[in-house]
């Protein structure tokens, strides 16, 4: 039979009891009901593509299997901007980058989105894909005074003013919100330096809630630490400095930045996250913008250090080569399938042209790769993602292009790589800004979603084969300055929905996936 994921079938057979249970592949259905001796209706999975074998197990533990029985279908594709009240747009931010989810625990995806001079922002979703922001708090208009109460003055319980305080001007700090130490933070209760109790052997400063504005560039979520909660590394500017921020699992974080990150300037971009060195604790990874050599050029590795989770130190020096060259981007990848993290290097600009690198992991660090492993770009890289887009098992190479048509590098399974692009990319001469792989229709392969600035961003399905048909009127359509694009399932409903953070002036945007009526989608 065929059907998509997540829908209802009837199963025919004979002797079917209470209580069994059946699975498409290796994943077992939603939910099995038995109807009469002769049939189940079963909730096929949401996530399975292609053609499955089909098991029927008894409560007994006896199993009948039929080969390639069930043919699941492709999810065909429509997506369509949320109501306003939905998501909060923020047109007023130049929102720079976003990472999703669960920050506060309830098992739906939120967001925290960095903007240009702006905050950290959380946006925690309802569980339906409304979207609300909860950190930094709303701040709602003051309520008038009573008639009477001097503004600003101390209030008792009734509402009068204390005769015993007196009322502060604005210009003038009482002595009750006086700065109590260095950095103007409130020491913790039981502890008496401000420091909360050991998080996996380490103490976190609380500090200040993240809300001072960073020259902000990019941000991850990941649980650094853990604990369980997912923490967020903010990258920036030169303006700015990185920061390191600790979740608590309630969707609010504290910046432990000033005890935990090395101090180090820097014009940095894309963040990546990977065990560079091998002792199971995430690493990261950073993309430096700066052609400068010296201290403030060159790309970053921070390491974990070993002793003292969510603390991180600079890998010593000579870890990545350097090169005078402004990068976009870092992306880890397992090129050869060594067990070890290589890792491709995509360039705004380079002095020996090299748009893209592919670095190789060695004991003592990463060292270039051979002459002809990956192609190089003809221009301008503002991204790369890096996936298995044609099913043979070792990742690909996508290149978003800053001056025109992107790139397809394909894998030949021994860590070469091989250049695809006019066989199996649609032409685009927009200038690319970010892009991303993922599985937007369910039928295993990923497809690509490319950012453009300032033209209309461009999805494109994969066939199967690793090969890319452009489906862009499937999006709304819109000329904008995207900078992110990001993929979640919004709903709970188990289809991809994106978001589309844009610059100033514009707003960003939540695309629900929806099931297209009367046909048009794939």
């Known amino acids: 039979g065929t059907a998509q994921g997540g829908d209802e079938i009837v199963v025919v057979g004979t002797g079917f009891a209470e209580g069994m249970t059946v699975r498409f592949g290796d994943v077992g259905a939603g939910t099995v009901t038995l109807l009469g001796p002769k049939e189940l209706r ?223 300037p820097g014009d940095f971009g894309k963040i990546a996250v990977a065990d560079v060195n091998g002792d199971h604790r995430p690493d990261i990874l950073l993309a430096n913008r700066s052609e400068v050599p010296g201290p403030q050029g060159g790309n970053r590795v921070y390491l974990q250090n070993a002793q003292a989770a969510l603390k991180f130190e600079l890998a010593p020096p000579g870890t990545l080569p350097s090169h005078e060259e402004s990068t976009a981007t870092l992306v880890p990848i397992d090129v050869d399938r060594d067990g070890d993290v290589d890792i491709v290097v995509g360039n705004l600009s380079a002095s020996d042209g090299m748009y893209l690198r592919l670095l190789l992991a060695m004991p003592e660090g990463f060292v270039e790769a051979p002459a002809g492993m990956l192609p190089t770009a003809p221009g301008p890289v503002s991204h790369v993602a890096a996936s298995d887009v044609d099913g043979d098992f070792d990742p690909d190479v996508i290149a978003i292009c800053a001056g025109g048509q992107d790139r397809l590098l394909r894998n030949d399974g021994t860590g070469y790589f091989f ?59 819109a000329q904008q300055p995207t900078n992110g694009v990001l993929v979640l399932d919004a709903e709970g409903d188990h289809d991809m929905d994106l978001v589309l953070l844009n610059g100033l002036g514009v707003g960003s945007r939540l695309l629900l996936s929806v099931r297209p009526q009367g046909g048009g989608g794939r």
């Open 42 to 264: 079963v909730t096929t999975p949401p996530l399975i593509a292609g053609w499955l074998d089909v098991t029927a197990t008894w409560p007994t533990g006896e199993e009948l299997t039929l080969p390639a029985a069930f043919e699941a279908l492709r999810l065909e594709l429509k997506f369509v901007d949320v109501p306003a009240y939905s998501f909060p747009p923020m047109p007023e931010a130049d929102t720079r980058a976003g990472a999703a989810g669960d920050v506060d625990k309830d098992s739906d995806v939120d967001l925290v989105l960095v903007s240009a001079g702006g905050p950290l922002v959380v946006l925690a979703n309802d569980g339906n894909g409304n979207f609300e922001q909860v950190f930094p708090p709303v701040s709602e208009p003051p309520e008038p005074a009573p008639e009477g109460v001097v503004e600003g003055a101390d209030q008792d319980v009734a509402g009068y003013p204390n005769q015993d305080v007196p009322a502060y001007p604005d210009d003038v700090v009482s002595p009750q919100d006086a700065p109590t130490g260095p950095g103007d933070s409130q020491a913790s209760p039981g502890d008496g330096q401000g420091d909360l109790p050991d998080i996996v052997g380490t103490d976190v400063t609380t500090g200040p809630p993240p809300v001072l504005s960073y020259d902000a560039r990019d941000v991850v979520l990941v649980d650094l630490d853990a604990d369980g909660c997912l923490d967020a590394f903010v990258s920036s500017g030169p303006a700015g400095s990185n920061a390191l921020l600790h979740g608590d699992c309630s969707g609010q974080f504290k910046d432990v930045t000033a005890k935990h990150l090395p101090e180090d």
């Open 419 to 477: 250049d695809d692009t006019l066989a199996a990319m649609p032409l685009d001469k927009a200038a690319g800004t970010t892009g991303l792989l993922a599985d937007l229709d369910r039928d295993g392969f990923p497809d690509l979603l490319v950012g453009n600035s300032p033209h209309q961003d461009r999805l494109y399905l994969n066939s199967g084969t690793g090969k890319f048909h452009d489906y862009t009127p499937l999006l709304p359509i």
